[in-house]
């Protein structure tokens, strides 16, 4: 079978060397990839939100298997874009229609959901700029620390924390007025602040069927001890220790099932992955949010803890043939360290030549920003490469990517050295 990944970041280097291992492979093609996902497969230089351009990559490389990494083009409808031509409508695409994929574009859309199906969350409100000093109202009715949200896709950075009632005002105020977010933060959710600790739970599912991936716990704040302005995430840890056999039970039948069992009942299909960023305060989970996609730098420890045949996996997953596979996890651990760009996630400096990825042995590299120019890898945005390693516990693993990323330096490298420290 001929395949396409759609996306060029850590996610779809990691996708795309665990489908290159299967048997039931013929060509695997990246659109665009980037300099790691060319060992795997053939990197098709267009833009996963340019459908037209996708359909003909597709129609041209015969390709019966879509796989959408990144968010933006399933918000934006490339699922449906398939279903309603005549030339693509029996391609299989993972990942969820537009409608579904709601579920991450817009906060308000989800909170609804999870309201309308007993999932446990957070209590919040939305607001526009029409009804600013009703927003500011419901602030004073809230204690600190206040949640703002951006309605919609921001890239990872819509959420602020704040710990002060007129900075939350005042930061309400430069959202929805100003338009801090774009069109993202034209509606904003405020939300009761929860205090726990979290992790990544994800599955695969055709809509009616699903499969548990591995969990994973990321680190999103670009300074030691989880400190300073949100990233992409900086590194990403599996499984997660606190997360044991009683408290994912919990998350299965409080949340995972729930919301399969959900959009059957909302009769919204769905076939894809489904993150859900849960918070374990005291013993019980609650969500603080879901993707339609898998997480980044997650997928760079999850991908890498199945043992099964994934590309079979979803394949089943578009013939709605899931609930006859079972899927298999090593018993390592996997820990991903993110090297970063040099003022990154603010303004970095692209095209810095990476060296020594030739030395790396016991780790694994998944390329995230980078490209060949001029015969050399390098840098292409702010996140560059995550490494990854296998341990006995995280912490093996954890020291094994720390070892090999002493090989790798490009300018103004930069990483966190903390990872795991609130385990």
Not at 57 to 74: A, F, H, R, S
Not at 120 to 146: D, W
Not at 190 to 214: M, R
Request: some cysteine; hydrophobic content about 40%; proline content about 4%.
């Amino acid at each position: 079978m001929n395949v396409l990944i759609l996306g060029s970041g850590g996610r779809e280097h990691a996708l795309a060397w665990k489908i290159a291992q299967s048997n039931l492979l013929t060509q695997l093609f990246i659109a665009p990839g980037n300099a790691g996902t060319m060992q795997f497969g053939t990197n098709v230089n267009v833009n996963p939100t340019n459908f037209e351009a996708v359909k003909l990559t597709v129609l041209q490389n015969n390709i019966k298997l879509v796989i959408v990494g990144p968010e933006d083009p399933l918000v934006k409808g490339i699922h449906d874009f398939f279903l309603n031509d005549d030339q693509l409508k029996n391609i299989a695409v993972i990942g969820p229609q537009k409608y579904a994929a709601q579920l991450e574009g817009s906060k308000e859309f989800a909170k609804e959901f999870m309201y309308r199906h007993n999932i446990p969350t957070a209590a919040y409100k939305s607001f526009t700029n029409h009804n600013l000093e009703e927003g500011y109202q419901f602030l004073e009715t809230l204690s600190s620390p206040y949640v703002l949200k951006a309605d919609g896709l921001a890239g990872g950075k819509g959420v602020l924390i704040l710990n002060d009632l007129q900075e939350a005002k005042d930061e309400l105020k430069e959202m929805l007025a100003n338009q801090k977010f774009g069109a993202a933060s034209s509606k904003v959710v405020i939300e009761e602040f929860l205090d726990g600790i979290e992790l990544s739970c994800f599955v695969l599912t055709d809509g009616k069927s699903y499969i548990n991936l591995p969990n994973a716990k990321d680190y999103k704040r670009i300074g030691e001890g989880d400190v300073g302005l949100n990233t992409g995430g900086m590194g990403a840890i599996s499984p997660v220790p606190f997360a044991n056999d009683v408290f994912m039970k919990k998350i299965e039948d409080s949340v995972i099932k729930p919301t399969v069992e959900g959009l059957q009942k909302d009769n919204i299909p769905y076939k894809g992955f489904i993150f859900f960023g849960i918070i374990k305060v005291g013993d019980e989970p609650k969500v603080i949010e879901y993707n339609c996609r898998m997480g980044d730098p997650e997928t760079e420890v999850v991908i890498p803890r199945v043992k099964s045949d994934f590309l079979e996996l979803l394949i089943a997953t578009g013939n709605n043939e899931l609930h006859t596979k079972t899927i298999e996890f090593k018993e390592e651990s996997a820990c991903t360290v993110m090297l970063v760009s040099g003022g990154y996630p603010e303004g970095y400096e692209k095209g810095k030549v990476i060296n020594g990825l030739d030395k790396v042995e016991n780790s694994i590299p998944f390329h995230a920003g980078t490209t060949i120019s001029n015969n050399n890898i390098v840098t292409n945005g702010g996140r560059v490469i995550a490494i990854t390693s296998y341990g006995s516990d995280f912490k093996q693993a954890l020291k094994q990517s720390y070892q090999t990323i002493e090989k790798i330096n490009f300018e103004n490298m930069n990483f966190r050295t903390d990872l795991g420290f609130d385990l």
